[in-house]
Structures are given as structure tokens and as C-alpha cells.
């Protein structure tokens, strides 16, 4: 009888342990399970992360070209304003040489004189 009872508790025994790897293989392949899905979910977030440095990395280098084209620009319009100073200031010392040439003449002989020649 002790033999048989021995038996019985051994399979018992056998039974409890059996059934702690079965929860113990459960929890395992959930948390498994969990990790894989945590890891695709931070690989997709490191890829946009490397994708969106290359889009920052692009835009750095697209301003840093605008920029040059902007600044030669800014140049060339001040270049430009210097120019139409400097030829506004010659327009006005030729304007001053030919008065200073001509006899004064006043408007209506120069509608006289503009009149006589058609």
C-alpha cells in the first residue's frame, strides 16, 4: 500500500511539475511573443529616425545652396544700385555740361525753334 501510495504521489508530483513548465513555456512564448513585437515596432521607428536624418542631412545641404544663391543675388542687386547711382550722378554732370554749353533758351523758343523744323 505505501508502494502504491508512493506511486500516486509521485505521479502527482509529476503532474505539478509538468504542469508548472507548460504555464512557466506559456508565459515565455507570450513574452516571446511581446519582445518580437516591441522589436519590429522600435526597428520601424529606427528606420524613419535613419530615413528622416537623410531628409534633415538634404534640406541642410538644399539650404545651404539657396543660401549661396540668395547671397550672390543680395550682391549683384548691390552692385546693381551702385551702378544706377553712379550712371544718375554721370546723367547729371552731363545735364550741367550742356546747360553750361548753351545759351539759355526758354521754352517758347524751343517750341519756335522745335516748330520750324517740321
Do not use: Y
Request: hydrophobic letters at 40%.
Amino acid at each position: 500500500a505505501v508502494s502504491v501510495q508512493q506511486a500516486q504521489a509521485t505521479v502527482v508530483e509529476h503532474r505539478k511539475v509538468t504542469d508548472v513548465l507548460h504555464s512557466w513555456e506559456e508565459r515565455i512564448h507570450k513574452q516571446a511573443q511581446q519582445f518580437e513585437k516591441f522589436a519590429t515596432q522600435v526597428l520601424q521607428v529606427d528606420t524613419e529616425i535613419i530615413s528622416n536624418a537623410g531628409r534633415v542631412r538634404q534640406l541642410r545641404a538644399d539650404h545651404a545652396q539657396l543660401k549661396a544663391k540668395q547671397d550672390v543675388a543680395d550682391q549683384s542687386i548691390v552692385q546693381i544700385a551702385e551702378q544706377q547711382e553712379a550712371l544718375g550722378r554721370l546723367l547729371t554732370s552731363l545735364q550741367e555740361a550742356l546747360k553750361a554749353q548753351q545759351p539759355a533758351v526758354s521754352p517758347e523758343e524751343w517750341r519756335q525753334a522745335a516748330t520750324q523744323a517740321h
